[in-house]
């Protein structure tokens, strides 16, 4: 299985922390946030990963290299300019199967991904998105609202309402047929540009998690994240 990870971004508020280092590298229990990452998904037989880096992106090829060291096999994508999260993905292309992970470069969520893709193949929608029902512990707002067929009907991460029960866990699988209508060179974003296109058509399903997920987007969150790792 293969995941692409999105670990290009600023990681603005984490500064002053990210003035010299990339978000992605911060260290938690003594290695950075990507090494948790990537052992994870490696546990979870995911052992070809595309690396979508930006800033300050050599400290993170120079640390990683081509994945021997971690057991997995690594490639990397590297944005000259931001192209945002769907512009990025559209860069590594090349890199990509007709199936695949996208995981945020800041989240962690400790789920069986076999069962993911599985599912993600036996639904045969053009992406899951994978929810959890609870925002209280999360420390982020909830933003996705599914219909009975547990398909997305609303996915906004500004105008949240009674409607959304659910927050995205920040972990996709998409079929490569997505980044067909996608322009090359261009700053996309997912969430603005890809995923109310998808919604529309009824192409993105949902995949719940009891498990909460963690992200280090922010002090309040990365704190959180240091508790919770072993």
């Known amino acids: 299985m293969q995941a692409i990870i999105l ?8 500064r002053p922390i990210t003035n010299k280092i990339p978000k992605p590298m911060v260290k938690i ?24 880096v930006g800033y300050l992106h050599l400290q993170i090829m120079d640390y990683f290299g081509n994945g021997k060291k971690f057991e ?3 490639k990397y994508s590297i944005e000259k300019n931001p192209l945002g999260t769907g512009g990025a ?3 590594a292309e090349k890199y990509l199967k ?7 470069g800041d989240s962690y969520l400790g789920i069986d991904y076999r069962k993911l893709m599985l599912f993600h193949q036996k639904v045969n929608k053009t992406g899951t998105m994978v929810i959890y029902g609870n ?3 999360t420390f982020v707002k909830n933003n996705v609202e599914i219909d009975k067929d547990g398909c997305i009907i609303n996915y906004d991460k500004e105008n949240a309402n009674n409607d959304m029960k659910y927050v995205d866990a920040g972990v996709l699988v998409f079929k490569k047929s997505i980044l067909k209508s996608m322009p090359s060179n261009k ?6 540009d890809i995923f109310p296109k998808v919604i529309k058509s009824k192409g993105l399903c949902s995949f719940k998690s009891n498990n909460r997920f963690y992200d280090i987007g922010s002090m309040q969150r990365l704190r959180a994240f240091k508790k919770a790792i072993p």
């Open 7 to 14: 670990a290009g971004g600023l990681g603005t508020r984490l």
């Open 29 to 52: 229990a003594g290695k950075p946030f990507l090494e948790h990452l990537i052992g994870m998904l490696k546990k979870n037989g995911i052992t070809q990963i595309v690396l979508c």
């Open 72 to 74: 997995v096999r690594i």
């Open 89 to 91: 993905i559209k860069q």
């Open 98 to 104: 007709d199936d695949f992970f996208v995981i945020y």
């Open 135 to 137: 925002e209280s512990d």
């Open 187 to 192: 700053k996309i974003s997912l969430e603005e």
